[in-house]
């Protein structure tokens, strides 16, 4: 997997103080995409091991409480991304105290997700889903583009990286 780029500290993609990782790779192509440079799988960076101990290590600074992970791009939820955000999203489970919440921006709707892309969403918090359809663009939306687009809040209450430690 490519990334795009990574924010250590963002205030407007998801709630509080986060990082955001914009992910590269998409082929849903919406019409007036936000980020189109990002289509490419092979634009931006090689994200390895080394950009997750700088996003875990973020995460765990104590010196600037952030919240959580916004996984945005870019398609997170491209089977070609998947892999490499599964290693990562476990990654934080367990070794980021306190618990941060992960949100996850995906032009497929949760209906549509195959097992290997449920398997991310079982680790996150929340995951806005739907293709941007400029014809339903709406700026007064929280964390959407487009009115089609819908928050899905999950109840992690019973999540496991919440029993441990
Ligand atoms: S899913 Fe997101 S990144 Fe992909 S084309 Fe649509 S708006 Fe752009």
Redesign the pocket.
Known sequence: MNYYKYIPIDVVNGPGTRCTLFVCG?E???KG???QA?WPFDAGFPFGEDQEDRIISDLNDTRIHRRGLSLS???PLHPRNVPALLHLVRRIRTECSPVKDIWLWS?FVLDELNAEQRQLIDLVDVMIDG??VLELKDPKLDWRGSSNQVIHEFDRSNAWWKKQG
């Open positions: 998409c849903h192509h919406c995409c936000y980020n990002t791009g870019g398609e032009g293709k941007f």
